[in-house]
Nanobody
Framework: QVQLVESGGGLVQAGGSLRLSCAAS????????MAWFRQAPGKEREFVAG????????YYVDSVKGRFTISRDHDKNTVYLQMNSLKPEDTAAYYC????????????????WGQGTQVTVSS
């Protein structure tokens, strides 16, 4: 299994930006679709953005469309999440994961979860 490490989270004001990074180990990184999820206290883990193995297909939860952009760099074995126009409701721990199942948005179809990086947006 691939090992993932997230970074880039922090505390920002509403309207600010952050860029999250997910560094992956393993030579088979480019063969898997990957995604970012987030989980706020007291809430279920939520799909945020996904990207196909080639990077040609990208999916977003409605609440972040137009604000977040997922991308991947195969040479660097890294997936990114550029987050602009951040809102307080974006506050959560953000995780990246590898898609092993058939669903883009279901946590149970993912694995190799990273340790998470905290994003806090103040109002």
């Amino acid at each position: 299994q691939v090992q993932l490490v997230e970074s880039g989270g922090g505390l920002v004001q509403a309207g600010g930006s952050l860029r999250l990074s997910c560094a992956a180990s393993g030579r088979t990184f480019s063969t898997y679709a990957m995604a970012w999820f987030r989980q706020a206290p007291g809430k279920e883990r939520e799909f945020v953005a996904g990207i196909s193995s080639s990077g040609g297909r990208r999916y977003y939860v409605d609440s972040v469309k137009g604000r977040f952009t997922i991308s991947r760099d195969h040479d660097k074995n890294t997936v990114y999440l550029q987050m602009n126009s951040l809102k307080p409701e974006d506050t959560a721990a953000y995780y990246c994961a590898v898609q092993y199942g058939s669903s883009w948005s279901t946590p149970a179809d993912y694995g190799s979860w990273g340790q998470g990086t905290q994003v806090t947006v103040s109002s």
